[in-house]
Every structure is written in C-alpha cells, then in structure tokens.
C-alpha cells in the first residue's frame, strides 16, 4: 500500500517556513488570538523602548534591559514557531494535493438526459456547474466531484487517498460517489457533478490540512478563558508586588516586574496550546483520516461508545469456509474432495473459501481430467458443480441440494439434520455437498471475526468504552457473532432508523457517540452522531453527513480515530499540568532572590541559592524562552497514548509531569544561573 509522503518535525523545508512564518506572526491582528503570549508581546515591546531609551540616556544597567528584552521577544518568537511547525506539516500536506489538479478539460454531455446519445462538448473543468452530466472514460480525469449515474470502471484514487490499488465505482448502490482529481483507469462512466468549482471534497481538504479553515475547540476555548483568567491575576499581582516593593523600600525597576510578568503567567502551556489543536487535526491527516473540525477530533477523546459494522470491520466481510462435515458412512476427507470439485465453478469468495481449505487443509489437489459438464455458480440456481469421471458432484444452498437431487430435510439421515440446525444456532451457513442423488456432507460457512479484535475491544473496554456491534443480520446470527468478537451490545437486522434511534436513545444518556458509515441509508447516524466516520469510498450524502472522511475506507480505523482524539487531550492536560507546574517552581527562583535583602526571612525559601537577583530574573526569563521549544517535539508528537482508566491517567499525569513541571525549572534554573554568573551577564 502506498501513502501519501509524511512531513518529519526535521524537515527542512518546514523549517524554514515555520521560521519565517514565526515572524510573521508577530503582527498584533495574528497575536492577539492568543492572549498570553500577547500580553508577552506587549511588554516585550515596552522592554525594547525602555533599553532604547536607556540607550539614548546612557543609564546602568543597559545589557541586562537588552538581555531581558530580547528573551521576552524569543518567547514570543519559539511559541509563534511552534504554531508554524504544526501549520507547516499541514501547508506541505496541501502542497503535495495541489499537485494532484491539472487544468482537465471535461467531456460535457450535450443531451444527459438521452441514454443513447453521447454527444459531448469540451469544458473546462473550473466552469462545470453542478447539476452537469459529463463523460469519463479510460484515461480520463474525473474532472469534479460527482455520483456515477450510468457505467462502471476501474479508478485510480491514489492522489486522494494515497491507496496505489484501483477501485470499481458504478451507478447504484453506496460505491457510487466519484472525486475530482482522480483518474479512470479502464471502461467508461457518466457522471453527475454534486459540488461546485472551489468546493470540491480535494479544495475543502486542502483548506482543512492547511489550517485554514480551523477553529478552537470548546475545550481549547475554555482553556484559552482560564489562562487569560490568570494572566490578568499575576498583571495585578505583579503591579501589587510593585507598591509592595516600594512600601518595603526595595527597588524593582519596570524591567524586572516585566520579567517577573512573563515568567509567572502560564506562557508555557499559552505558547504550545495552539500547536497541540493543530497537531492533532494533523495526525489524523497523516493517518488518511481528514476531520472536517477541531471539534470533531476532540469529541474523538471523550468517546464512550463505539458503533461497528460487523461485515468488514469485526469480521473478513466474507462467509469462510471452516470445516467439512460428514454424513453416516463418509468421511471429512470425501466430503473436502467433493466440494472441491464441486466449486471449481464457483468464483464467490465463498467458493474460493472451499477450494483453499480443501487443499490448505487436506492436501488436496482437484482433477486433472477433463470433466464432461461444468455448472458455474449462479445467485438464481445457488448451485455449482462438475461432472467427471462418471461422477455428478454437486454443492449448494441446502434447500436448492435437496429439491434438486427429490429429496425434503425430513427425508435426510439425522446427523445431516443436527449438522444443518447446530450451524445455523451458532450463526453459520450450511452448504450440502451431493454425489448423485445421495448426501456426502455439509460445508460450515461463517462470518471469520478478525483475530484482533477481541484484545481491542478488551481494551476499549478498560477505558471505558462500550462497543455495539450493528448488523443486519438476524439476532441468532447476531449474538454467535457478538460473542465471539467480545462486544458488549448489538444490534441486529438493523434498519437506519434503528441505528439512529439507538444514538439518540445513548446521547439522552449523556453518552458520546462515534460509529462509521459509507451509504446514503447511514447519513442520517453519521450525522446525529458526535463523530462519523464517512468513508471515502461511499456516497456523496455519507460524507457531507459525517464530521471526518476516511480516505482509506477502512472502518476499522474507528478505534485508531478515538485513540488520536484520546491522544490530543492526554497532550493537553498533560502539558497544562507541566506548565502550572512549572510556574509554582519559578515563584521559588524570583520572589525570594528579589525580596531576600528587604525580607532575610524568604531566604529559607532562596533552595536554589542563586547568584543575584538580576542573575535569578535572568535566569527565569531564558528558562521561560527554551522550555517552550523543548517542548515542541511533544507538543506535535503527543504524549504517548496507553489505554487505561481514568484514575491511573491522572495519577501517571500528576507524577510525571506535575513533579516533572517542579523539577525541570530548579534544574534548569540552577544550571542557567551558574552560566549567567559565570559569564558575567548579569
């Protein structure tokens, strides 16, 4: 399978972008939509003014002024590149989809309406309105966004999907829908444009990778409140200290109270939240999963219960071949030869499934002779076989066996009975097998549940989540299927408004619902949904309907998608704990140094036992600055995700990274403070 290339945090080319980018966003209108680090920005240019102004007056103290300035101003500068690394990956990621449009001319169908007639004339691509019928034939560029209405072809959908295998698209059913951009590789089709030009699913992706159509999250709105909350406390703490000082009769110049600003409000956490957002909208993208909103990934984390499909995600999608049952006086080895004989002709997955396990399994090898009738599979029959050899070798549905060869199931010899009502309680298919006019045996089909899904599901379970298992098949079927596969609740011979009843009923209870979907029959859950999937490969309803588009149709990829949405909120809560505790450590660096000669008291709190007061404010402020950027990594890479409760997650957040957020600063402080002295830079 061949993806789309992914962008490394070492790329160069992203780099330099985010670097200049970082500038860029220096522009008052672009930092203001963070307000901690534009309170930074704000008192960083009220520090330059003060150093130019000293400059020009030629007063004391001018290296440590320009020293404090110019940190302040790398703050700024490493939390705007943070955000332009994030936005980077995803404006390479919008590079790369640009490069999949060419300027297609389109085959617009002069008479749509007439099936006989395919007059066409050509048309740009960009001029094609939606209600347009065009042709599409081998060769082709499907030139927009559309639903196939007559034909069926081969498409190659790698420059949207990253997927190099080609996949049948026709008129009819829940494979109909066609994307702008990708390319017919054999046959032809007509297709109905559904969207306009500039609001096809590639413009409104490429817009979505890049960022431009992102917004915050309620969550991370909630967060932005409550840091600007306490940047607004520590700016009347800090001008309180300020009358306190001079009540005392310490002297603390603007300079300093500028710096103990910055380094006590939550810049650390206020500098990365952005780039986490952005992170986890990208992961996804990385992941061929595109969400339509910030939102949409955030609901990802708080899901509680999971909707499947069985056919395709908790199974093969395909009833298997697992075992060969005789009847009185046979034995498996008679009926394996005989049904793999008999469906030679049978080119369902079902046939194929027999053939395999014959030979897999019994070493069995077919005949080389050439038979004297053949009887291909059909849906109207439900039969197939050979004649050779003098033998009549037939397999099929059970009804269709018996009323071919004249017999009833009450005529059939008691194991042959047993067999077919044990299959059918524990969810399977019978298929008889026939020599002549007498029974060889049955066939055991069932729907195979993937080996994996159990342990997921097990550990969807230990966080929380309740998996439903959707199907439409009867609730015999259903319950076999269920457990085996270790769901915790189905719903079976389901209709669209079982399944959108049901997310109601769920989403009255409080609980967030996710679930997938490809058809039009599924847009109506899609949407009711918290998150839904809509997979690339469906109709055009399933993926308006749905908040993310899986470009790989995969809807196993359900878990993986509420995994990431986990991912993004342990990251925040994770970096947020970090950052307060960081804060409480800084508090211990400069409010002793600062105050120790008026108070000799706070020097049982001065642990870190720094050089001077200014080397202490220094210090803090360079801290401040690199911590940011030591973060980055983590802030785009996310806090490695591990299913467990939600009691165990706080108590592994408050450990590693509230005691982290504590012990990083003295470290680093201390370390900081020992260079600076030494140095003689404060």
């Not at 309180?240 to 300093?256: E, N």
């Not at 298992?469 to 079927?477: A, C, E, H, Q, S």
């Not at 196993?556 to 804060?583: C, H, P, W, Y």
Request: proline share 4%; glycine share 8%; aromatic share 4%.
């Amino acid at each position: 399978m061949s993806k789309r290339s992914t962008f490394s945090l070492l790329d160069r080319a992203i780099l330099r972008r985010a670097a200049l980018d970082a500038v860029l966003k220096l522009a008052p209108q672009k930092l203001v939509r963070n307000p901690v680090m534009f309170v930074t920005g704000v008192v960083a240019a009220l520090a330059t003014l003060i150093f130019l102004r000293d400059a020009a007056v030629g007063r004391e103290g001018l290296a440590f002024t320009g020293q404090i300035a110019a940190w302040l101003w790398f703050t700024v500068l490493f939390a705007n590149f943070a955000e332009a690394v994030a936005e980077g990956r995803g404006k390479a990621q919008a590079d790369a989809l640009r490069r999949t449009r060419t300027d297609t001319v389109a085959k617009l169908l002069l008479h749509p309406d007439d099936t006989k007639d395919d007059l066409w004339e050509p048309r740009n691509a960009y001029e094609l309105q939606e209600g347009d019928v065009v042709l599409v034939e081998a060769g082709d560029t499907i030139p927009a966004d559309g639903d196939v209405i007559e034909g069926i072809a081969s498409v190659n959908e790698s420059a949207i999907t990253g997927e190099s295998a080609p996949v049948i698209r026709e008129s009819g059913g829940d494979r109909s829908a066609v994307t702008g951009g990708t390319v017919v590789l054999s046959d032809w089709i007509k297709v109905r444009v559904t969207a306009a030009p500039g609001s096809s699913f590639l413009d409104r992706m490429i817009a979505l990778v890049e960022g431009a159509e992102r917004q915050k999250t309620p969550n991370e709105l909630a967060l932005s409140i409550l840091l600007s909350g306490m940047t607004l406390i520590l700016l009347i703490t800090v001008v309180t200290l300020w009358g306190l000082a001079g009540y005392s009769g310490t002297v603390l110049s603007v300079t300093v109270l500028i710096a103990l600003l910055v380094t006590l409000i939550p810049t650390t956490i206020g500098g990365l939240l952005s780039a986490i957002g952005i992170a986890g909208m990208d992961r996804l993208v990385r992941f061929n999963v595109v969400a339509t909103s910030g939102r949409a990934v955030e609901a990802a984390g708080d899901v509680d219960t999971l909707l499947l499909d069985k056919t395709g995600t908790i199974t093969y999608g395909n009833r298997l071949a697992t075992a060969f049952m005789p009847v009185q006086g046979r034995t498996e080895w008679d009926v394996a030869e005989a049904a793999l004989l008999a469906s030679l002709a049978d080119e369902t997955p079902e046939g194929r499934s027999i053939v395999a396990l014959a030979r897999g399994s019994y070493g069995l090898a077919g005949n080389n002779r050439e038979p004297t009738n053949v009887v291909p599979f059909s849906a109207q029959t439900r039969i197939s076989g050979i004649d050779i050899d003098g033998r009549r070798l037939r397999k099929g549905a059970v009804d269709a066996l018996l009323t071919q060869i004249g017999q009833t199931l009450e005529q059939t010899p008691d194991a042959f009975r047993q067999a077919v009502q044990e299959i059918a309680r524990t969810g399977g298919t019978p298929l008889a097998v026939a020599e002549g006019s007498g029974l060889v045996g049955i066939i055991h089909l069932k729907d195979v549940v993937k080996p994996d899904v159990k342990t997921r599901f097990a550990a969807l379970r230990r966080m929380g989540i309740k998996t439903v298992m959707v199907t439409g098949d009867n609730p015999v079927t259903a319950a076999a299927i269920a457990s085996e596969a270790g769901v915790d609740d189905y719903i079976a011979e389901a209709t669209p408004q079982d399944k959108l009843a049901y997310i109601k009923s769920e989403q009255a209870r409080g609980r967030i619902i996710a679930m997938c979907g490809d058809g039009t029959n599924d847009a109506p859950a899609l949407a009711q949904a918290d998150v839904g999937v809509a997979m690339q490969s469906g109709t055009q309803a399933a993926r308006e309907a749905g908040n993310m588009v899986d470009l790989d149709s995969d809807p196993t990829k359900l878990i993986e998608v509420t995994e990431i949405g986990k991912q993004l909120l342990m990251t925040r809560g994770s970096l947020t704990t970090f950052s307060i505790a960081n804060d409480v450590a800084k508090y211990f660096a400069i409010i002793p140094a600062l105050f120790v000669a008026t108070y000799p008291e706070l020097d049982a709190l001065n642990i870190m036992g720094l050089a001077t007061p200014q080397s202490a404010v220094l210090s803090a402020v360079i801290f401040n600055a690199l911590i940011i950027i030591a973060l980055i990594p983590l802030a785009l890479k996310g806090v490695s995700y591990r299913p467990v409760d939600a009691a165990a997650l706080l108590r592994r957040n408050v450990s590693i990274y509230g005691l982290g957020g504590i012990v990083v600063p003295f470290v680093g402080i201390k370390i900081i403070d020992l260079a600076v002295s030494n140095l003689g830079l404060a």
